[in-house]
């Protein structure tokens, strides 16, 4: 074999869009400059730090240039496990108080990655996936509709959302035997939950925070926030299935094309016999799907679901889990795997490894993204950006109020990815200008939790949808060519369900 050729003159090199951790670094970088040019401010708080509408002001960073350059040095660190202090509200990994970074989360993955690497050593969820796919080798529409349409009753309910992460080891592999591309598979997960959080209709974790922030009941604005579930569940699902169709029909329309493999997956649906699955096979299977029924059970607030009140108190049996108690769960049920399919301490102890390893990727992608959050947090800026949207939507008609609400926090929900603390900081300000702009209170949690929703659909500072392409090994410039189209007709949508809403009262 003789030397490489050299590059031909005049050849130019294709550009490459970066990774994932390449993009989550630059906007560290950009929100990190921003805060030298945004003047920080804070509001005056009440004892369980929701903002007083009226007594924002302006406040000192307490960070000179070096202290900033150190914010941005440790951004992973505290993205990981950054403690907030109670008292500054500042958050570092040497301060005392709650845990801010996502440390629970970044273990989640990785425990996922074992999780569904020792299955697939097994050789039961391959031969399974290859016998479903086979089942409905000309139903695949109808599979990726159930499938959507249960996790956005999931997003809902309880707001299901990074628990997704869990399922692309299953989902991926089954999607790709049945003809289509990964970007399917993508959407039908990122897509399937965010269009249910996006529409929540008793998530206790958007709707609930957000109506107690605002003063309203739960049940307030049910029907129209009901309505908006069926519609744009219904157009989201139709999206995906049509782009499934033309890439099945033609290959090459695929935006995100096929890695090595990808297309030997589907062979096997196109074979006359289906797979046999031994005795071996099903009882990994059931143990599987027990273990992800056990996981979907452990973290729904039942008593708030079942009653409509967010502040329902817990029913004995509901178990409350979080991503602490997951990630233990699927640690532990790695091993009864292996122990069920017999492969042994060596190779059980190796495949966890193995399986962890894979996953650090995504794992750390989620860890930039929360450190995006921390700098803003401890620049002092998110305050002033939430004042600035009280001065935007303040004396406007209620259908432009409405409307406005909606557009205003998108910004605000990139700045905070968490539906929770975005509802706490915004909502004690919104909630009484509606009042002056004769806008039910219920209306601007409606738009507010759309904004919020639409937003963490593709925005790369929340780990469903940064962690969720990387996992499912698709570039993310990619997954926003695939799905703007639908951002676009969803914030239409939008803005015509809240504009309703305030016209009707």
């Not at 209306?443 to 990387?470: D, E, H």
Request: charge should be positive.
């Amino acid at each position: 074999m003789g030397p490489p050729e050299p590059p031909r003159a005049g050849k130019r090199r294709r550009f490459t869009f970066p990774s994932a951790l390449t993009v989550l670094v630059l906007v560290t970088v950009a929100v990190w400059a921003l805060a030298f040019l945004i003047p920080p401010g804070e509001y005056r708080r009440t004892a369980d730090g929701t903002p007083i509408q009226g007594t924002y002001h302006r406040v000192a960073a307490g960070l000179g240039l070096t202290g900033r350059v150190k914010q941005l040095f440790l951004s992973p660190v505290n993205g990981l496990y950054g403690i907030r202090d109670p008292h500054t509200g500042l958050v570092g990994p040497t301060l005392s108080g709650t845990l801010y970074g996502s440390a629970g989360v970044f273990l989640f993955v990785l425990a996922i990655g074992a999780f569904i690497t020792v299955v697939f050593a097994t050789g039961a969820l391959d031969r399974g996936i290859e016998r479903l796919a086979h089942t409905l080798r000309d139903r695949g529409a109808l599979l990726i509709a159930g499938i959507m349409v249960v996790f956005s009753v999931l997003g809902t309910v309880e707001g299901f959302a990074e628990e997704t992460l869990g399922f692309y080891g299953l989902i991926v592999p089954l999607i790709l035997a049945l003809g289509y591309d990964r970007l399917v598979a993508t959407g039908t997960i990122i897509l399937g939950a965010g269009i249910g959080v996006l529409c929540s209709t008793v998530n206790p974790f958007a709707t609930g925070v957000a109506s107690s922030a605002a003063d309203v009941s739960l049940g307030d604005g049910l029907a129209l926030r009901f309505a908006m579930w069926l519609v744009l569940t219904a157009v989201t699902v139709g999206y995906v299935i049509r782009y499934g169709r033309l890439v099945r029909r033609n290959p090459d329309r695929s935006i995100v094309g096929f890695l090595p493999g990808d297309r030997e997956h589907a062979a096997v649906a196109r074979t006359g016999a289906a797979p046999e699955l031994t005795s071996l096979h099903r009882a990994v299977l059931v143990l599987v799907g027990l273990v992800f029924a056990f996981m979907i059970f452990s973290v729904v607030p039942w008593s708030g679901a079942l009653t409509g009140r967010a502040d329902a108190p817990p029913y004995r049996w509901e178990l409350d889990w979080s991503f602490a108690e997951l990630a233990a769960l699927f640690l532990v049920a790695s091993v009864l795997v292996g122990l069920v399919g017999r492969m042994g301490e060596q190779r059980l102890s190796a495949t966890v490894v193995q399986g962890a390893a894979e996953f650090i990727a995504p794992a750390l992608v989620i860890v930039l993204a929360r450190g995006v959050t921390v700098i803003m947090n401890n620049a002092r800026v998110t305050d002033t950006v939430l004042h600035s949207i009280e001065g935007v939507i303040a004396g406007s008609s209620s259908i432009v109020f409405a409307v406005m609400v909606f557009v205003v926090n998108l910004p605000l929900a990139f700045l905070i990815p968490s539906t929770s603390g975005h509802a706490t900081l915004a909502m004690p300000i919104l909630a009484p200008l509606a009042d002056f702009a004769g806008v039910s209170r219920a209306v601007v949690v409606t738009a507010w939790q759309s904004a919020s929703g639409l937003m963490n659909l593709w925005v790369p500072t929340t780990a469903v949808t940064i962690g969720g392409v990387s996992l499912a090994k698709v570039r993310y410039d990619r997954y926003l060519r695939f799905v703007w189209p639908l951002l676009a007709l969803l914030s239409v949508l939008i803005c015509l369900f809240v504009g309703f809403g305030a016209a009707v009262g």
